[in-house]
């Protein structure tokens, strides 16, 4: 069976993030925006930064059988603390409120890659959701964070990172 991937942005997100990130969408069906070459290609998948060892033990795994969509979110927080809770999960009063695996992919401001939960794997990043009359989203898409705030600017950086991994996760 063959999955089309379709990158899904303004995912119930303030309209800031939105227009920024339906302009994302558009750069992304252009082909040379970056001006990505395969050497730049290649060094990129070999510099993504694996962080699926610090993935809390609680976590449960279950596979996903396909990918048909790409989900980009903003953390509203810095990498340290974003790494921390897609990685670990939150924590209220020393209860765990969810046992991480929140995103597949972590893009700092400054571009670095972080590899949080392979892509085979359904990371729980869209929570509640439904799309085209799909529900649970979270079983058929990659999840990227950006470490980013809504009313802020995302960086050249974090763009170029989003084009490179959304290329190779489309070439899949």
């Not at 765990?96 to 670095?112: F, K, Q």
């Not at 392979?118 to 729980?124: E, G, L, M, R, V």
């Not at 959701?129 to 980013?148: D, F, H, K, P, T």
């Not at 974090?158 to 489309?170: A, E, G, M, P």
Request: proline content about 1%.
């Amino acid at each position: 069976m063959t999955c089309s991937v379709r990158v899904l942005v303004g995912f119930c997100l303030r309209p800031a993030v939105l227009i920024l990130l339906i302009v994302f969408n558009i750069l992304l069906s252009t082909t040379d925006s970056f001006g990505i070459s395969i050497k730049e290609y290649r060094n990129f998948q070999h510099s993504i930064i694996d962080y699926r060892q610090h993935i809390n033990p609680l976590f449960k795994k279950s596979k996903r059988n396909c990918t048909r969509y790409i989900i980009i979110h903003t953390s509203e927080c810095d990498l340290k603390k974003t790494l921390k809770i897609v990685s670990k999960g939150k924590q209220n009063n020393y209860k765990w409120i969810s046992r991480g695996g929140h995103a597949h992919y972590v893009i700092a401001r400054n571009g670095e890659t972080y590899r949080i939960l392979d892509k085979k794997y359904k990371a729980n990043h869209a929570g509640l959701s439904m799309w085209n009359g799909q529900y649970n989203i979270s079983r058929l898409s990659v999840g990227i964070e950006l470490v980013a705030y809504h009313n802020r600017e995302i960086t050249k950086n974090q763009y170029k990172s989003v084009r490179i991994l959304t290329d190779i996760l489309k070439s899949i």
